[in-house]
């Protein structure tokens, strides 16, 4: 029987992220910053306090903008004044740091349909080593319970509130863990520890992801998640599974293709980069499909060793010759344990590379779907100053007509129009702005998480080899010994 | 590079290699080279092209022979079998579409490799196979043996007629002999019955292992391609661990499958004799029975006892042979396994530090990247 494994520790790098923000607890408008309107129409808990929304790193490209922003929970953008570039002088920096990490789940007893594999406790632990009074969180170390829909309903809001103004929210885990591509890595036992294992892992990487982006940090739902000991249950988890999340996503992408729209894309910018995106996808899909190959076949190569390290075994014992026999038998032993390489092996090329390449073909579904939110956008805005154009001509017709009242409602429904046009042009110039931040930081994130795998991957390697060295040598005195 | 067997070409009176082979479609042709100083042959060296169907020629008359019977036959080499090798450039050729310009090269040049190794190793059995002819002092005098390594016009005319005569008596050979030997008679002799045991045990035990290894070789295969496609559309470069992990399979191939697979046969080999003699028994307890009978009947006595006493020494003859043969056979064995374990394990060893240097390698160039 095999021993259960332990899967290697997925850590995905903690980015650390720098606040910059104004210190004034209490206050709803600091005194130092110019006048900004924090949206009265906002639900849930008012923000106290104005949080800088440029988490990149102050080295990074130029073309980043320092700006105040503050993202709101309904779909519908605020009507202020357009953000301007505005020097804040940070008093305080803090580098929170959140580690969340996964125990074994817990049975939960009010089933209720609900599958297996599906309450899990979490670890917080948040560090705060230069001590600033922004609490994020009541409580420095705490645990709670969540189930698997309660992650799905998680992504349901930050998705809404988010992945139209060109934010990239971490796609949640499928439903239902079976590859990407066609070739099922054994069967899918629900109950199994290893089906359980696949999908803990992959909650605790989406959580670690969703964490790290510095503005679903501060999120109220996010922070609620992670601290509130009850959670009101998600709705509807069929709509909210994941696979549901990327078919919204994708009707959107969708709609945009049926609408033909020819965007003059006056930047190069994004032109490049939506196909490199493209291709990056087919890349990537590629990868995947041929790294679940690799752990496909290893674990064949391990069942055959072990079947040949019996048959070898047999063998030996049906051997007359005494050395040879013993040699033989050892044979079987090597191979017993090579097996065994195998199958940590095998371990290691799931979750160390497959699990990591099917997280970025989700993850570049919902970049590209960010890039269709953007030309929908466009559109938006496009649309608007059509429609202006129209009542400016209808105006112009009424001028001669002898209606004032007439006059008058078109006057107004031009000063609607307008105030559109802008609203849709400050929309795309922001929406704009956020994709080209994003994007930087998903590559940078992307070159850093396959970096830590690819090593992670090769030490693992390096130690399967010396693994092997160390039984074949202890194997060649035996070979040696036959006379 | 002599994979499988030992203590061939030891005597220099007799020398025979295979120095090439041409591979024409479906058949190959081995050039046979001979260097001898013996009188028996026109010339002391020479070189004659043969095909696969040669050997099996040379070696089917070697078995009808019945002055052989005593002795261990050297199994004959099995026919070059390209098609792995060939359906898998087959399939990669229509899948080129589909892959990179440099995995395309890469796969190529796998399976080039793979093609050359199953060359290779079909022109070592086959010299094998000849060399355990010469190195024997009864084969190496043989007519046919002799006309197989010197005739230098087209040796088939000459098969076909041999065919025709042999043909017959192999086929019954072999069908009566499972019965004779697994009726369960026991031996009197000792060590005839104590070599029939473990020879049926041995054999069932190692064509399993057999199957078993080659089953495993292909895994091992399998995951050497997945890293070649894996390695081509990575997007970080991580060094040549799929290189070597191909060509372990293919070495891998080459020392324990093979030693599996050709003793495997040689084991049939040496249970073919085990038949014969037992086919003589059978004869020679016959012929008492005839004998017997014949006294009774008081009729063609002179005959019967002659017949009895050839029986008689036909058998005994087949047991000092297949006794002195089955003594040196286990020497052989064991000395060829000893050879063989001994440079896989070292071979994994060596392969396995390859790899580890270019794993560090490839984390270097990565911490160094950036």
């Known amino acids: 029987s095999r021993k259960q494994l332990v899967p290697p520790s997925v850590d995905l790098p903690r980015f650390l992220f720098r606040l910059c923000f104004q210190l004034s607890p209490t206050s709803p408008e600091p005194a130092s910053l110019p006048a900004e309107d924090i949206s009265t129409n906002s639900n849930g808990p008012k923000q106290e306090i104005l949080l800088d929304d440029d988490q990149e790193d102050l080295f990074a490209e130029a073309t980043e903008e320092v700006s105040l922003d503050s993202p709101e929970r309904e779909p519908i953008l605020s009507d202020g004044p357009s953000p301007a570039i505005t020097p804040v002088t940070p008093t305080v920096i803090i580098t929170p740091r959140v580690d969340a990490s996964m125990f074994d789940r817990s049975p939960d007893e009010d089933e209720e349909a609900e599958e297996n594999g599906d309450t899990f406790d979490l670890q917080i632990m948040v560090s705060d080593p230069e001590k600033t009074s922004l609490n994020l969180f009541n409580r420095n170390e705490f645990t709670v319970k969540r189930r698997f829909s309660d992650f799905l309903g998680l992504h349901s809001k930050l998705a809404s509130k988010y992945l139209h103004i060109g934010y990239i929210v971490p796609p949640a885990p499928e439903k239902s863990i079976v590859g990407m591509t066609k070739v099922k890595v054994g069967k899918e036992d629900l109950s199994s520890a290893e089906f359980v294992e696949k999908r803990r892992s992959a909650l605790e990487r989406y959580l670690m992801r969703t964490v790290n982006h510095p503005a679903l940090l501060k999120d109220p739902d996010v922070i609620q998640f992670l601290e509130s000991t009850e959670l009101p249950r998600a709705v509807s988890t069929q709509a909210l599974s994941g696979a549901g999340i990327l078919r919204m996503v994708n009707k959107a992408a969708e709609a945009v293709n049926k609408m033909t729209i020819k965007m003059n894309e006056s930047d190069a910018w994004f032109e490049e980069k939506q196909q490199q995106f493209e291709n990056l996808d087919v890349q990537l899909r590629k990868l995947h499909a041929s790294v679940e190959s690799l752990v496909c076949h290893r674990k064949e190569l391990s069942v055959n060793t072990a079947s040949f390290a019996k048959s070898a075994a047999m063998l030996g014992n049906s051997e007359d010759h005494t050395a040879l026999s013993r040699a033989l038998s050892q044979l079987a032993e090597v191979e017993e344990k090579i097996d065994q390489l195998h199958q940590e092996q095998a371990y290691a090329d799931f979750y160390l590379f497959s699990e990591l390449l099917g997280d970025y073909v989700r993850l570049i579904t919902a970049v590209k779907g960010v890039f269709d939110h953007r030309m929908k956008t466009w559109s938006k805005w496009q649309d608007a100053q059509v429609m202006l154009q129209r009542k400016r001509e209808a105006e112009a017709k009424l001028q001669y007509a002898n209606k004032p009242d007439k006059l008058q409602q078109a006057k107004e429904e031009i000063k609607e129009w307008e105030a559109k046009v802008q609203q849709g042009e400050r929309d795309f110039e922001q929406i704009s702005k956020n994709i080209r931040r994003e994007v930087g930081r998903f590559e940078k994130q992307r070159v850093k998480d396959f970096k830590v795998v690819i090593i992670k991957y090769l030490e693992s390697l390096v130690h399967t080899q010396q693994q092997l060295i160390k039984y074949w040598e202890a194997f060649l005195p035996e070979a040696k010994a036959i006379a | ?21 041409l591979c024409e479609r479906d058949k190959v042709k081995f050039t046979v080279h001979t260097k001898t100083t013996l009188n028996s042959f026109q010339k002391p060296e020479f070189s004659v092209p043969r095909q696969h169907e040669d050997f099996i020629w040379l070696h089917d008359t070697l078995v009808e022979t019945e002055e052989y019977a005593g002795l ?19 399939k990669l050729g229509e899948g080129e579409s589909t892959m990179t310009k440099e995995e395309y090269a890469k796969m190529k040049q796998e399976l080039e490799a793979e093609y050359l190794a199953v060359f290779k190793k079909t022109v070592q059995v086959h010299e094998i196979f000849l060399q355990r002819l010469s190195s024997h002092p009864v084969f190496s005098k043989d007519r046919n043996f002799q006309i197989f390594l010197e005739y230098d016009q087209d040796l088939s005319v000459r098969r076909k007629n041999a065919k025709e005569f042999f043909g017959g008596f192999f086929k019954n050979m072999v069908k009566s002999a499972d019965e004779v030997l697994i009726s369960g008679i026991k031996d009197v002799d000792e060590f005839f019955e ?24 292909r895994s091992h295969k399998n995951v050497a391609d997945d890293y070649i496609h894996i390695s081509a559309t990575v997007i970080l470069h991580t060094g040549v661990p799929r290189k070597v992990e191909g060509r372990v399979a293919s070495d891998q191939e080459l020392k324990l499958t093979e030693l599996l697979r050709y003793y495997m046969r040689d084991i049939q080999a040496a249970k073919d004799l085990l038949y014969r003699r037992a086919r003589a028994l059978a004869d020679y307890e016959n012929s008492n029975k005839a004998l017997d009978k014949a006294r009774l009947k008081s009729k063609d006595i002179p005959q019967a006892e002659e017949n009895q006493r050839q029986c008689l020494q036909k058998f005994d003859k087949l047991s000092e042979s297949g006794k002195q043969e089955l003594t040196s056979f286990k020497g052989r064995r064991v000395v060829a396994f000893r050879k063989n374990l001994i440079e896989m394990a070292e071979l994994e060893i060596k392969h396995a530090k390859v790899r580890i240097k270019s794993a560090v390698c490839s984390e270097h160039n990565l911490f160094t990247h950036n």
């Open chain 2, 1 to 21: 590079m002599r994979s499988v067997s030992v203590d061939l070409n030891n005597d220099s009176s007799l020398l025979i290699d295979i120095p090439d082979a």
């Open chain 2, 72 to 90: 261990i036959i050297p199994p004959a080499p099995p026919k070059p079998d390209f098609e792995g090798p060939r359906e898998k450039m087959h």
């Open chain 2, 194 to 217: 104590q070599e029939k045991t473990f020879l049926l045990d041995y054999f069932s035990k190692i064509k399993d292992a057999t199957a078993k290894a080659e089953k495993m070789t």
